[in-house]
């Protein structure tokens, strides 16, 4: 009887050793580098920031929610519509951070969830407002602008929760097949009239050459044809000389050649 008495009690013993060892346990939490930890107490939030490290809390009383403060990444593919009313699918990708000062009022106001319920539906409305301000084709021609507009306007709507987005980024634009036979067709004829001037201006560069040339060979009969009257003057003055100079007359000293020349 005794014996038996002295195993429950050791069994009591263990029991509440393991009790105290798991109390000790949940008494301790770890915040790592990169979160902030909120203490709350009954659902209610009871101080500020938990900085990183091991930090202690009454056990299941307290916990400590970490939130992320590192950038993160989101997703989202979205329909919207153009100023030409073209109907335009898109796929995002946007690079948003938490903002460690205002942690605290963003678990308060929205909690968790915060991409849910705050940050996609901005995201949502942000690209529907700056896309119906630019034509189907200015959005594709314009994506850096866009995107840079998007991200402004994305701030604007949540800076006050305190998230902040670092990044937006449209990965693609995605038309109606109309429209891309459109486009498609606009291009085969842009190119078109781009190889039609090229070939005119290529004509008139060769025509240009041509009367170059021309003028050139011109120039070069009219010297050839110079040349050829003077040394024909030469000859004949050579053959009808008759070792005499030629008379002098006038004032001016002019030889007369046309006497020799006859």
Known sequence: MKGLFNNEKIRIYGVCVIA????????????????????VRFGKVVSHEV????????????????????VQKTEVKTNSSSKDLQEVEMSLAVNYQIERD??????????MSYDDVVLEPAIQ???????????AEELITNRSEVSVKCQEELNRKVNKYGIKVNDFNITNFNFSKEFN???EEKQVAEQKVLTAKQELEKERIEAEKKIVKAEAEKQANELKQQSLTDNIIREKFIEKWNGELPKVSGSNN???VSSILG
């Open 181 to 183: 036979k459109a486009i």
């Open 20 to 39: 105290v060892i798991c109390l000790i346990a949940l008494s301790f939490t770890t915040v790592r580098s990169g979160e902030v930890g909120i203490r």
């Open 102 to 111: 205002k942690a605290t009022k963003l678990y308060k106001n929205v909690g």
């Open 125 to 135: 409305e942000s690209i529907k407002a700056v896309t119906s301000k630019y034509t």
């Open 254 to 256: 002019i030889m007369d």
């Open 51 to 70: 900085k990183a490290g091991i930090n202690m809390k009454i056990p299941l009383i307290e916990k400590i929610e970490k939130m992320n403060v590192r």
